[in-house]
């Protein structure tokens, strides 16, 4: 069963596909090994952003998408900026979960400009 007017579909099928070939190219990107540290850290029995973030001496930098439904804003960066003691929060507007493949130019920008 199809959930969209058939004239929508192939312009829906066309979408979702563009889709995944973005999350197939940036999962193909993504160091397998830092990632399963990223997955072990996460599943870890004690272990709390609030506590570690503080003890992070330098500057962090942090950009989340608006539209991020998979780590919203409110649940996730805003909690870690307040605990980094030198943390900064960059959220753009019109990105959601991967603003650095959404929006890699304004991504660099602001990497270019932090680190600059």
Known sequence: MCL???RQRPARRQSLAADYRTRDSVVRATNPRGFMHG?????????????????????VLLISGREDRVNPIDDNAAVLVKALPQGKLEVLDGAGHLPEVELPDTVNRMLRDFFG
């Open 4 to 6: 969209w007017p058939a």
């Open 39 to 59: 997955v072990r850290l996460g599943l870890a029995d004690g272990y709390s952003p609030e506590e570690v973030a503080p003890k992070l001496d330098f500057p």
